[in-house]
Protein backbone atom coordinates (compact mmCIF):
# COMPACT_ATOMS: atom_id res chain seq x y z
CA UNK A 1 0.00 0.00 0.00
CA UNK A 2 1.07 3.34 -1.06
CA UNK A 3 1.80 6.06 1.92
CA UNK A 4 0.24 9.23 2.09
CA UNK A 5 2.47 12.83 2.17
CA UNK A 6 -0.87 15.16 3.66
CA UNK A 7 0.86 19.12 3.97
CA UNK A 8 -0.03 21.01 6.80
CA UNK A 9 -1.97 24.12 6.98
CA UNK A 10 1.07 26.22 7.67
CA UNK A 11 4.21 27.27 5.87
CA UNK A 12 6.11 24.75 6.23
CA UNK A 13 5.42 20.69 7.03
CA UNK A 14 3.61 17.55 5.70
CA UNK A 15 2.67 14.23 7.41
CA UNK A 16 3.54 11.18 5.99
CA UNK A 17 1.45 8.34 6.84
CA UNK A 18 1.36 4.40 6.00
CA UNK A 19 4.28 3.40 6.14
CA UNK A 20 6.43 1.45 8.78
CA UNK A 21 10.37 2.91 9.24
CA UNK A 22 10.59 -0.45 10.88
CA UNK A 23 11.14 -2.23 7.21
CA UNK A 24 14.21 -1.53 4.47
CA UNK A 25 12.71 1.18 2.02
CA UNK A 26 13.27 0.90 -1.74
CA UNK A 27 15.24 3.25 -3.18
CA UNK A 28 11.97 4.67 -5.27
CA UNK A 29 10.45 5.17 -1.24
CA UNK A 30 13.15 6.85 0.01
CA UNK A 31 13.53 9.38 -3.22
CA UNK A 32 9.84 9.95 -2.70
CA UNK A 33 10.27 10.74 0.96
CA UNK A 34 13.40 13.07 -0.13
CA UNK A 35 11.62 14.96 -2.85
CA UNK A 36 8.59 15.73 -0.16
CA UNK A 37 11.32 16.84 2.77
CA UNK A 38 12.90 19.19 -0.08
CA UNK A 39 9.35 20.40 -0.31
CA UNK A 40 7.83 20.95 2.61
CA UNK A 41 11.02 21.20 4.66
CA UNK A 42 9.79 19.53 7.68
CA UNK A 43 7.78 15.93 7.67
CA UNK A 44 6.52 14.17 10.82
CA UNK A 45 5.88 10.42 10.65
CA UNK A 46 3.35 9.73 13.64
CA UNK A 47 2.76 6.11 14.62
CA UNK A 48 6.42 4.41 14.64
CA UNK A 49 7.78 1.75 17.31
CA UNK A 50 11.41 2.34 16.36
CA UNK A 51 14.39 1.21 18.18
CA UNK A 52 17.56 2.85 18.27
CA UNK A 53 19.02 0.63 15.49
CA UNK A 54 15.60 1.41 13.41
CA UNK A 55 16.38 5.02 14.06
CA UNK A 56 19.85 4.68 12.66
CA UNK A 57 19.07 2.64 9.59
CA UNK A 58 16.35 5.04 8.66
CA UNK A 59 18.78 7.93 8.64
CA UNK A 60 21.47 6.29 6.94
CA UNK A 61 19.20 6.49 3.81
CA UNK A 62 19.16 10.27 3.85
CA UNK A 63 22.99 10.48 4.20
CA UNK A 64 26.54 9.94 6.37
CA UNK A 65 25.75 11.10 10.32
CA UNK A 66 26.85 14.24 11.43
CA UNK A 67 28.76 15.31 14.12
CA UNK A 68 27.05 16.59 17.06
CA UNK A 69 30.24 18.46 18.91
CA UNK A 70 28.72 19.09 22.07
CA UNK A 71 26.43 15.99 23.12
CA UNK A 72 27.14 12.77 24.93
CA UNK A 73 25.78 9.74 22.67
CA UNK A 74 24.14 7.21 23.88
CA UNK A 75 26.06 3.89 24.71
CA UNK A 76 26.43 2.05 21.73
CA UNK A 77 25.31 3.90 19.62
CA UNK A 78 27.46 7.45 18.86
CA UNK A 79 25.75 8.96 16.31
CA UNK A 80 22.16 9.44 19.41
CA UNK A 81 21.71 12.02 21.46
CA UNK A 82 19.10 12.24 24.13
CA UNK A 83 17.52 15.71 24.13
CA UNK A 84 16.03 15.03 27.66
CA UNK A 85 14.33 16.47 30.75
CA UNK A 86 13.31 14.96 33.65
CA UNK A 87 9.85 15.61 35.63
CA UNK A 88 11.97 17.12 38.19
CA UNK A 89 14.16 19.03 36.32
CA UNK A 90 14.17 22.73 36.71
CA UNK A 91 17.01 23.97 34.55
CA UNK A 92 16.36 26.44 31.49
CA UNK A 93 14.44 24.45 28.69
CA UNK A 94 16.93 23.22 25.90
CA UNK A 95 17.06 25.75 22.41
CA UNK A 96 14.38 27.68 23.48
CA UNK A 97 16.50 30.44 21.12
CA UNK A 98 16.00 30.12 17.23
CA UNK A 99 18.85 28.71 15.60
CA UNK A 100 19.57 26.41 12.66
CA UNK A 101 21.20 22.92 14.10
CA UNK A 102 25.27 23.79 14.63
CA UNK A 103 25.42 26.88 11.87
CA UNK A 104 28.97 27.03 13.43
CA UNK A 105 30.42 24.29 11.74
CA UNK A 106 31.96 23.52 8.31
CA UNK A 107 29.55 22.23 6.44
CA UNK A 108 26.64 22.31 9.16
CA UNK A 109 24.41 19.26 8.97
CA UNK A 110 21.60 19.41 5.67
CA UNK A 111 19.50 17.62 8.24
CA UNK A 112 17.75 16.56 11.85
CA UNK A 113 16.25 13.35 12.86
CA UNK A 114 14.43 13.76 16.22
CA UNK A 115 12.01 11.04 17.13
CA UNK A 116 9.66 10.74 20.37
CA UNK A 117 9.94 8.19 23.05
CA UNK A 118 8.56 9.81 26.59
CA UNK A 119 6.22 12.82 25.47
CA UNK A 120 4.57 15.03 27.94
CA UNK A 121 0.68 15.55 27.74
CA UNK A 122 0.87 19.51 27.44
CA UNK A 123 3.81 21.81 25.85
CA UNK A 124 7.08 20.91 24.26
CA UNK A 125 6.26 22.35 20.74
CA UNK A 126 8.56 23.00 18.39
CA UNK A 127 8.39 25.95 16.53
CA UNK A 128 9.71 25.91 12.95
CA UNK A 129 10.46 29.42 10.61
CA UNK A 130 10.46 28.99 7.01
CA UNK A 131 13.35 30.87 5.51
CA UNK A 132 12.75 30.70 2.18
CA UNK A 133 9.45 32.86 2.77
CA UNK A 134 11.61 35.13 5.43
CA UNK A 135 14.49 35.99 2.20
CA UNK A 136 11.42 36.47 0.39
CA UNK A 137 9.98 39.07 2.32
CA UNK A 138 12.96 40.90 2.82
CA UNK A 139 12.70 44.23 1.05
CA UNK A 140 14.62 44.12 -2.37
CA UNK A 141 17.78 47.13 -1.28
CA UNK A 142 18.05 44.59 1.90
CA UNK A 143 18.37 41.76 -0.42
CA UNK A 144 20.68 43.51 -2.44
CA UNK A 145 22.62 44.40 1.03
CA UNK A 146 22.76 41.21 2.00
CA UNK A 147 23.29 39.15 -1.10
CA UNK A 148 27.55 38.84 -0.57
CA UNK A 149 27.64 39.46 2.63
CA UNK A 150 28.71 36.50 4.90
CA UNK A 151 27.37 36.14 9.40
CA UNK A 152 29.61 35.13 11.56
CA UNK A 153 28.49 32.32 13.54
CA UNK A 154 29.71 30.62 17.01
CA UNK A 155 28.79 28.14 19.45
CA UNK A 156 30.17 29.94 22.24
CA UNK A 157 26.63 31.51 23.50
CA UNK A 158 25.95 28.05 24.54
CA UNK A 159 28.78 25.73 24.73
CA UNK A 160 31.25 27.38 26.08
CA UNK A 161 32.71 27.32 29.26
CA UNK A 162 31.29 30.83 30.34
CA UNK A 163 27.91 29.87 27.85
CA UNK A 164 24.40 28.94 28.41
CA UNK A 165 25.03 25.60 28.73
CA UNK A 166 28.32 25.89 30.11
CA UNK A 167 30.09 25.24 33.57
CA UNK A 168 27.54 26.95 36.48
CA UNK A 169 24.71 25.19 34.61
CA UNK A 170 24.21 22.50 37.09
CA UNK A 171 21.03 19.61 37.35
CA UNK A 172 20.34 19.07 33.74
CA UNK A 173 19.75 15.12 33.18
CA UNK A 174 20.99 15.95 29.15
CA UNK A 175 24.30 14.83 28.15
CA UNK A 176 25.83 18.54 26.74
CA UNK A 177 29.55 18.59 26.70
CA UNK A 178 30.53 22.29 27.35
CA UNK A 179 34.21 23.39 25.95
CA UNK A 180 36.13 26.32 24.91
CA UNK A 181 36.58 25.11 21.50
CA UNK A 182 32.89 26.68 20.77
CA UNK A 183 34.41 30.02 21.21
CA UNK A 184 36.00 29.58 17.53
CA UNK A 185 33.79 31.43 14.68
CA UNK A 186 32.64 30.46 11.49
CA UNK A 187 31.43 32.38 7.96
CA UNK A 188 28.37 31.32 7.06
CA UNK A 189 26.50 33.02 3.73
CA UNK A 190 23.69 35.38 4.89
CA UNK A 191 21.52 34.53 1.66
CA UNK A 192 22.44 30.78 1.11
CA UNK A 193 21.18 28.88 -1.78
CA UNK A 194 19.92 25.68 -1.09
CA UNK A 195 22.48 22.57 -2.84
CA UNK A 196 19.12 20.84 -3.83
CA UNK A 197 16.41 23.43 -4.51
CA UNK A 198 18.35 26.10 -5.80
CA UNK A 199 15.90 28.41 -3.48
CA UNK A 200 17.84 30.99 -1.51
CA UNK A 201 17.30 30.84 2.34
CA UNK A 202 17.81 33.62 4.84
CA UNK A 203 20.80 32.01 7.22
CA UNK A 204 20.94 33.49 10.08
CA UNK A 205 19.84 33.02 13.53
CA UNK A 206 19.96 34.58 17.17
CA UNK A 207 21.51 31.05 18.52
CA UNK A 208 24.92 31.02 16.61
CA UNK A 209 24.95 34.63 14.52
CA UNK A 210 26.76 37.16 16.17
CA UNK A 211 28.55 39.06 13.60
CA UNK A 212 28.39 40.05 9.89
CA UNK A 213 31.93 39.76 8.77
CA UNK A 214 33.23 43.03 7.37
CA UNK A 215 30.80 45.31 8.96
CA UNK A 216 31.52 47.05 11.78
CA UNK A 217 29.60 45.66 15.51
CA UNK A 218 28.27 49.12 16.04
CA UNK A 219 26.35 48.50 12.38
CA UNK A 220 26.16 44.59 12.20
CA UNK A 221 24.35 44.21 15.95
CA UNK A 222 21.08 46.16 15.03
CA UNK A 223 20.93 44.71 11.51
CA UNK A 224 20.91 41.42 13.00
CA UNK A 225 18.43 42.53 15.80
CA UNK A 226 16.26 43.30 12.77
CA UNK A 227 16.39 40.05 10.66
CA UNK A 228 16.16 38.07 13.98
CA UNK A 229 12.76 39.97 14.33
CA UNK A 230 11.69 39.21 10.82
CA UNK A 231 12.55 35.94 10.43
CA UNK A 232 10.25 34.31 12.92
CA UNK A 233 7.52 36.38 11.57
CA UNK A 234 3.99 34.39 12.15
CA UNK A 235 3.44 34.27 8.91
CA UNK A 236 6.70 32.09 8.33
CA UNK A 237 6.02 29.89 11.59
CA UNK A 238 4.91 26.15 12.03
CA UNK A 239 4.32 24.67 15.39
CA UNK A 240 4.55 21.37 15.35
CA UNK A 241 2.85 19.33 18.26
CA UNK A 242 4.16 15.64 19.13
CA UNK A 243 3.16 12.27 19.86
CA UNK A 244 5.07 9.70 21.50
CA UNK A 245 6.03 7.28 18.81
CA UNK A 246 6.48 10.16 16.05
CA UNK A 247 9.62 10.83 13.64
CA UNK A 248 10.50 14.23 12.57
CA UNK A 249 12.63 15.22 9.83
CA UNK A 250 14.04 18.85 8.74
CA UNK A 251 15.95 20.51 6.75
CA UNK A 252 18.88 22.83 8.50
CA UNK A 253 19.40 24.76 5.24
CA UNK A 254 16.44 26.41 4.89
CA UNK A 255 14.70 26.82 8.45
CA UNK A 256 15.32 27.99 11.64
CA UNK A 257 13.58 26.05 14.45
CA UNK A 258 13.20 26.12 18.41
CA UNK A 259 11.93 24.37 21.34
CA UNK A 260 8.92 25.52 23.66
CA UNK A 261 8.56 24.62 27.09
CA UNK A 262 5.16 24.07 29.25
CA UNK A 263 5.36 20.99 30.77
CA UNK A 264 6.75 21.45 34.02
CA UNK A 265 6.30 18.05 36.36
CA UNK A 266 6.29 15.96 33.01
CA UNK A 267 9.04 13.85 31.53
CA UNK A 268 10.16 14.75 28.00
CA UNK A 269 12.62 12.05 26.01
CA UNK A 270 13.58 12.34 22.54
CA UNK A 271 16.40 10.40 20.53
CA UNK A 272 18.46 12.65 17.56
CA UNK A 273 20.53 11.72 14.71
CA UNK A 274 22.07 14.37 12.76
CA UNK A 275 22.86 13.87 9.23
CA UNK A 276 25.69 15.51 7.18
CA UNK A 277 25.80 17.70 3.97
CA UNK A 278 26.35 15.61 1.02
CA UNK A 279 24.82 17.90 -1.89
CA UNK A 280 27.02 20.30 -3.64
CA UNK A 281 26.03 24.17 -4.13
CA UNK A 282 23.76 24.64 -6.77
Not at 31 to 51: E, G, K, N, Y
Not at 135 to 140: G, I, S
Request: aromatic share 10%; net charge neutral.
Amino acid sequence: MPFSITPQPAPSGALVQGIDLRTALSAGEVAQIRAAWLRHQVLAFPDQRLSLDDLERFAATLGPFGNDPYFGSVPGHPHIAQVRRDADETTKIFAETWHSDWSFLSPPPQATLLYGNVIPPVGGDTLFANQYDAWDALAPELRALLRNRQGVHTAGVGYSRDGLYGEKDKGRSMAIRWDDSALGTQLQPMARVHPETGRTALYVSPGYTVGIDGMPDEEARPLLKRLFAHQVREEFVYRHRWQAGMLVLWDNRCLVHAATGGYQGHARLLHRITIAETARPA
